[in-house]
C-alpha cells in the first residue's frame, strides 16, 4: 500500500478571529474589549456615545465634523485595549467624531446634518467602498456636520437651532445624493444667527421630544407641538 501525502505550509497563514466591542467617548478616547477575556477596564468619568461589535473580520466606518468618512479596520485593534481615535487615525486639527456605521446594520440611509441647515441624504452602499478616508459632503466655508442620522429613507426628521426652533419635515422627500455634493436646504438659517444644535429621526413610534440646554435645564415636549412643515422653513 502506498500513502501519497502532501506537507506545505499555506502562504498566507489564516488569521485568528476575534469578537471585539469598541466603545469610544465623548473625547474622541476608546476602549476595546475582546469578549474572549473577562476583565475589561471601562471608562468611569466620560460618557460613551458610540459603540461598534464585531469579528475582526469586518470593519466599521467613522463619521467627522468636516465631512470625512474612515474606514476601520477592525482587526487594527486586536493588540490594543484602549487610546485616542484621532491620533490613530490621523484626524486633522479641530476634527472629531460625530457618528459611527456599522455595516451589520440594516439601514440603507445616511442624513448629515450641518450647522448651517444642510441635509445630505445619501445610500450606505455609497461609503462601504471607500477606502481609507473620504470625503462625503461638500461643505461651505465655515459649515461643519453636527450630526449623522440613520434609518431606510421614509423617517420623518426634526432638526432643532441654538436659539429653540424647530422644523419638522418627511426625509422621504429628500433626493439622495452621490458622495460629491453639498445637499439641500433642511432649515431656513438667518444670517449670523439659527445655527443647527441636533438632529433626530421621528418614528409612528416617538412620542415626546426631549431637549436640553447651555443652562442644564430640560424640557420634554409632546411630539404632536412640532407639526409637519415643509423643508426649508424656519420652524417654530
Not at 446634518?113 to 462601504?128: A, R, V
Not at 453639498?182 to 445655527?195: D, N, T, Y
Request: contains cysteine; hydrophobic residues 35%; proline residues 2%.
Amino acid at each position: 500500500r502506498t500513502i501519497v501525502y502532501n506537507n506545505y505550509e499555506d502562504e498566507k497563514p489564516q488569521k485568528l478571529i476575534k469578537n471585539l466591542d469598541i466603545y469610544i467617548n465623548l473625547h474622541d478616547k476608546y476602549i476595546v474589549k475582546d469578549r474572549g477575556k473577562q476583565k475589561v477596564k471601562v471608562y468611569k468619568k466620560d460618557r460613551i456615545v458610540y459603540s461598534m461589535s464585531g469579528t475582526t473580520e469586518y470593519n466599521f466606518y467613522l463619521f467627522t465634523n468636516i465631512g470625512k468618512c474612515y474606514k476601520v479596520a477592525m482587526e487594527s485593534f486586536t493588540e490594543e485595549t484602549e487610546g485616542d481615535i484621532a491620533k490613530k487615525l490621523s484626524y486633522e486639527e479641530n476634527e472629531h467624531t460625530i457618528g459611527c456605521y456599522n455595516p451589520f446594520a440594516q439601514d440603507k440611509f445616511i442624513f448629515f446634518i450641518t450647522k448651517y441647515g444642510l441635509i445630505k441624504k445619501m445610500e450606505t452602499s455609497e461609503f462601504l467602498n471607500i477606502k481609507k478616508a473620504s470625503s462625503v459632503i461638500t461643505l461651505n466655508e465655515y459649515d461643519e456636520v453636527v450630526t449623522v442620522l440613520f434609518g431606510n429613507g421614509e423617517e420623518e426628521i426634526i432638526m432643532a437651532s441654538k436659539q429653540g426652533l424647530a422644523v419638522h419635515f418627511e426625509g422621504a422627500n429628500i433626493a439622495s445624493y452621490k458622495r460629491s455634493g453639498k445637499g439641500v436646504q433642511g432649515r431656513k438659517i438667518e444670517p449670523l444667527i439659527g445655527e443647527i444644535a441636533d438632529a433626530a429621526i421621528i418614528t409612528s413610534e416617538t412620542a415626546y421630544i426631549v431637549t436640553d440646554t447651555s443652562d442644564a435645564l430640560i424640557k420634554k415636549t409632546p411630539i404632536s407641538e412640532f407639526p409637519l412643515q415643509g423643508r426649508a422653513t424656519k420652524g417654530r
